[in-house]
């Protein structure tokens, strides 16, 4: 019997997806249950070349100049089309991922409809910067700055919320009027194509928007940072990836934003409402199988309710429903892939020699026929850990934190900024002037106060120390994909 002949995701340059080439092609895989779901077109040092100079041309021939109305009008009209494809969009990320579809609507696809309403309500009210110079002699003069787009855009994304980050870019991209030559990760090729299809729909014009599929090294996405006519990068993926990406456009002096890992604390004190800060610890700690770079994996819990907090965690842990992603009462998917799952377990292994307990999880669950190949951990708790077990240092990504005592504010604070990153920090206290003075304590790009994960798009977005340079969101994502041109008149 003839077996059906592979269902292709495929590369889409200068407007036109490209016919796929077997010798040269990755199997995209199903982490709920380990089958084949695809074969993905790996784009090779030419297409990728091809890409970046059709973008080129993209930008030249008109693209850059197009009236900011009209770009915004378009932004609202993928928005619109991505809605009317929401579920085909829900698939494709649940089918890549293996995230429970009640996510994919809620979280993952949602917030691309969102990303694009909000870039272009942003660019159609952004002004530009004027001051009026006074001179010697009673003259004046104007000082303005003109804002153009940065030009051709890498933009280079991970697999945890694959379109949520990759529109996050491409929206105020392609707002600030750039083109974008979008790399997504090997792991999660779908939505970005898919996206191709719908910005082609709704009218965006040939090669501005470019989908190169691939891995890191030696493949499209470092072929793509490598590449002489790449005005900028823009990044979200691990510290280490970051940095190397940094060396390899150095020689070049190309802008770079990069949003990185963490390893994101949040600071419990004895005054919180218990109910509400464990709901909020467990939401923040599990969502997305612990796959989101602002995922709490250190908790610090005052000593006196250090014994309350773990339990009901604990308890919210175990409550957790792993199983297939299709069903809407799951809560928890698996890890993107094995070889994720084997470096998750290396830490389990560490812990333990640490001389951790395990108050939750801890093993990887059997869940049954169908999903005995997937990627599946239990949601897993430790204390009995401190700051300086690598456990407690290094990002595990992964549905785990190490619970932590502390005694006082000043302990807490020290505790929570002892550490390499700086992405995000979540203080639980009913004091308010506690919460904004922890708060503003942090090293970090982000710190919640009762809340998680609460975004407002128009706020900066991004982190410090391993976790990034530079700021996303509203504002700080138009200055990003633009360059000012200062012009003074002297009047
Ligand atoms: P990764 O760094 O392995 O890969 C990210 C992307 O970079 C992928 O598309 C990959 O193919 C590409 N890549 C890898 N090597 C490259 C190279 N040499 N040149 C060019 N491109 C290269 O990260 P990942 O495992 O996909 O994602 C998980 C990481 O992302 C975690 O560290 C997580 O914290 C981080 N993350 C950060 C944020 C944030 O906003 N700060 C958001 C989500 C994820």
């Known amino acids: 019997m003839n077996s059906p002949p592979p269902l292709w995701i495929r590369n889409f340059v200068e407007g036109r997806f490209v016919e796929p080439d077997p010798d040269r092609s990755f199997p995209a895989v199903d982490p709920a249950t380990g089958s084949v779901i695809a074969r993905v077109h790996e784009a090779d040092r030419a297409l990728v070349d091809r890409a970046v100079t059709g973008a080129r041309r993209a930008l030249d021939t008109g693209w850059a100049q197009t009236p900011v109305r009209e770009r915004a009008a378009l932004l609202r009209r993928a928005a619109d089309r991505i809605q009317e494809r929401f579920e085909e969009f829900v698939a494709a990320e649940v089918a890549d991922t293996g995230k429970p579809v009640t996510q994919a609507r809620e979280l993952d696809v949602a917030r691309a409809l969102t990303n694009f309403r909000t870039f272009a309500d942003v660019v159609a009210a952004a002004g530009q910067e004027s001051f009026l110079t006074e001179l010697p002699g009673g003259r004046t003069a104007l000082n303005y700055a003109v804002r153009k787009p940065l030009g051709v855009v890498a933009v280079i994304v991970p697999w945890n919320l694959p379109l949520l980050l990759l529109t996050w870019k491409v929206a105020p991209a392609l707002a600030c009027g750039n083109a974008v030559v979008v790399k997504p990760s090997e792991e999660t090729p779908a939505t970005a194509t898919l996206l191709a299809e719908v910005l082609a729909e709704v009218g965006l014009p040939a090669g501005v928007y470019n989908v190169v599929h691939g891995f890191g090294p030696d493949s499209a996405g470092q072929y793509l940072v490598e590449h002489p006519s790449i005005d900028g990068v823009t990044f979200t993926g691990s510290s ?215 975004r407002d798009l128009r706020s900066p977005f991004g982190g410090v120390g391993l976790s990034g340079i530079g700021r996303e969101g509203g504002e700080s ?6 360059e000012p041109t200062n012009v003074c008149v002297q009047l």
Request: proline share 4%; hydrophobic share 45%; with cysteine.
């Open 240 to 454: 280490a990836t970051g940095a190397h990406v940094m060396k390899t456009v150095a020689p070049r002096v190309r802008p770079v934003s990069f949003e990185l890992g963490g390893k994101n604390a949040a600071l419990v004190f004895d005054d919180v409402d218990l109910d509400e800060a464990l709901d909020g610890l467990s939401r923040s700690v599990f969502t997305n199988t612990g796959q989101v770079c602002l995922c709490t994996e250190r908790v610090y819990i005052q000593r006196s309710i250090f014994d309350d907090i773990a339990a009901g965690l604990a308890e919210r842990a175990r409550a957790l429903r792993l199983g297939s992603p299709l069903d809407t009462e799951t809560t928890t998917g698996p890890l993107i892939s094995q070889a994720h799952r084997e470096k998750v377990l290396s830490y389990f292994e560490l812990a333990e020699q640490s001389g951790a307990s395990i108050i939750a999880g801890g093993r990887v669950p059997e869940l049954g026929p169908g999903l005995d190949d997937g990627s599946w951990i239990a949601p897993t708790l430790w204390t009995g850990l401190t700051n300086a077990d690598r456990v407690v240092r290094e990002e595990i990504f992964g549905p785990v934190a190490a619970l932590i005592p502390f005694d006082t504010e000043a302990e807490a604070i020290a505790l929570a900024n002892d550490t390499d990153y700086g992405l995000a920090a979540a203080v639980w206290t009913n004091d308010l002037r506690r919460g904004h003075r922890v708060a503003q304590s942090m090293r970090v790009g982000m710190a919640w106060v009762n809340t998680w994960f609460l």
């Open 477 to 482: 994502s138009l200055h990003f994909y633009t």
